[in-house]
């Protein structure tokens, strides 16, 4: 079991940055493939990135390939989403997510976080 909780949402303008952080529970999270989904007004949700256990693989939308950053610290159990060049489009509730499976990008993953509101004004 992992428990997963976000951080770092807020209101930017377009242009601007924000580092969404994700704090996983468990003595086991080094083991965890590690994702974030977003979900826009009135969209469903998708996949936006996702690492592998040992940080060495990443894969990307298409649509923030070059403006975000997906990483991790296993020594901290976190996982964290830098996201530059903001576009209004981008605004959605971002989801942290974990899989025990090592599959890229990350379709069905086991656990969620409770999503980070991002905002990006034009």
């Known amino acids: 079991q992992v428990q997963l909780v976000e951080s770092g949402g807020g209101l930017v303008q377009a242009g601007g940055s924000l580092r969404l952080s994700c704090a996983a529970s468990g003595r086991t999270f080094s083991i965890y493939t590690m994702g974030w989904f977003r979900q826009g007004p009135g969209k469903e949700r998708e996949f936006v990135a996702d690492?592998?256990?040992?940080?060495?693989?990443?894969y990307y939308e298409d649509s923030v390939k070059g403006r975000f950053t997906i990483s991790r610290n296993n020594a901290k159990n976190t996982v964290y989403l830098q996201m530059n060049s903001l576009k209004p489009e981008d605004t959605a509730v971002y989801y942290c997510a974990a899989d025990r499976g090592t599959a890229q990008p990350m379709v069905s993953p086991s656990y969620w976080g409770q999503g980070t509101q991002v905002t990006v004004s034009s």
């Open positions: 690492i592998s256990w040992s940080g060495g693989r990443t």
